[in-house]
């Protein structure tokens, strides 16, 4: 008779706002953007292009500025983000409370640990200066699967690359798009919010922070027993 297991066979990590305090990065570097086409970076339209892939972010500043369809270059804009995120992240990637210390704990538990990203992966390698590439079992980029979050593909194929179904794996994401990707994914998802709050739903646990986080902790929120850590 075979028994449940007792943790979570891998753990599946977002990058920008929960690994990695880079939103305010890509702030910058969309408001830039926004003023490039002649309007401003409401609060509205920022908080829309939190967790977006690029093609995402992008689309929706050139509905917000009404450029007509006919004129949105999609390969120009995306390459001067692009350059800009890059040049922006050259300057240093600063690490979000409890981050490193959580990826070094599952290393010291046997525990693998997946990046899985909207960033794409011409950017993502540059990240992986700061975060250490041997601190995960692999890798996913938004621009390497066929849609970004929130469609779950990166957290479907991140799971198999893991070897695992996705129930089996914990999620961890900090931001609405990025939940409902792993949520859909059927991945049980542990939320730390940074720039914006998330709503509760279903295979939702909620955490302030990182600081002090636990392999008990990553253990409950897996379970669901652990629906708000403090």
Same mark, same amino acid.
């Given at each position: 008779?075979?028994?449940?297991?007792?943790?979570?066979?891998?753990?599946?990590?977002?990058?920008?706002?929960?690994?990695?305090?880079?939103?305010?990065?890509?702030?910058?570097?969309?408001?830039?953007?926004?003023?490039?086409?002649?309007?401003?970076?409401?609060?509205? !339209?920022?908080?829309?292009?939190?967790?977006?892939? !690029?093609?995402?972010?992008?689309?929706?500043?050139?509905?917000?500025?009404?450029?007509?369809?006919?004129?949105?270059?999609?390969?120009?804009?995306?390459?001067?983000?692009?350059?800009?995120?890059?040049?922006?992240?050259?300057?240093?990637?600063?690490?979000?409370?409890?981050?490193?210390?959580?990826?070094?704990?599952?290393?010291?538990?046997?525990?693998?640990?997946?990046?899985?990203?909207?960033?794409?992966?011409?950017?993502?390698?540059?990240?992986?200066?700061? !975060?250490?590439?041997?601190?995960?079992?692999?890798?996913?980029?938004?621009?390497?699967?066929?849609?970004?979050?929130?469609?779950?593909?990166?957290?479907?194929?991140?799971?198999?690359?893991?070897?695992?179904?996705?129930?089996?794996?914990?999620?961890?994401?900090?931001?609405?798009?990025?939940?409902?990707?792993?949520?859909?994914?059927?991945?049980?998802? !542990?939320?730390?919010?940074?720039?914006?709050?998330?709503?509760?739903?279903?295979?939702?646990?909620?955490?302030?922070?990182?600081?002090?986080?636990?392999?008990?902790?990553?253990?409950?929120?897996?379970?669901?027993?652990?629906?708000?850590?403090?």
């Amino acid at each position: 008779m075979s028994t449940a297991p007792l943790a979570p066979a891998a753990v599946l990590w977002d990058m920008d706002g929960t690994l990695l305090d880079s939103e305010p990065i890509w702030d910058i570097a969309v408001e830039q953007f926004t003023l490039r086409h002649r309007i401003l970076l409401t609060p509205a !339209l920022r908080e829309s292009t939190l967790g977006n892939s !690029l093609p995402d972010a992008i689309t929706k500043v050139h509905d917000a500025a009404e450029v007509p369809t006919r004129d949105r270059d999609m390969a120009g804009d995306s390459r001067w983000v692009i350059d800009h995120v890059a040049e922006l992240f050259a300057q240093g990637l600063p690490w979000r409370p409890g981050a490193a210390d959580a990826l070094d704990m599952l290393l010291d538990v046997g525990v693998p640990s997946v990046l899985v990203t909207n960033t794409i992966r011409e950017l993502t390698d540059v990240a992986l200066d700061t !975060l250490g590439r041997h601190r995960f079992a692999a890798t996913i980029c938004a621009d390497e699967v066929v849609a970004g979050k929130p469609q779950p593909y990166v957290y479907l194929r991140a799971a198999e690359l893991a070897g695992r179904r996705p129930g089996e794996c914990l999620a961890v994401e900090d931001s609405p798009t990025g939940t409902i990707a792993a949520t859909s994914a059927g991945c049980p998802t !542990l939320v730390v919010p940074s720039a914006v709050p998330v709503p509760k739903g279903s295979l939702r646990s909620f955490r302030a922070t990182l600081a002090g986080l636990t392999f008990g902790d990553l253990v409950g929120a897996w379970t669901g027993e652990h629906q708000h850590i403090h």
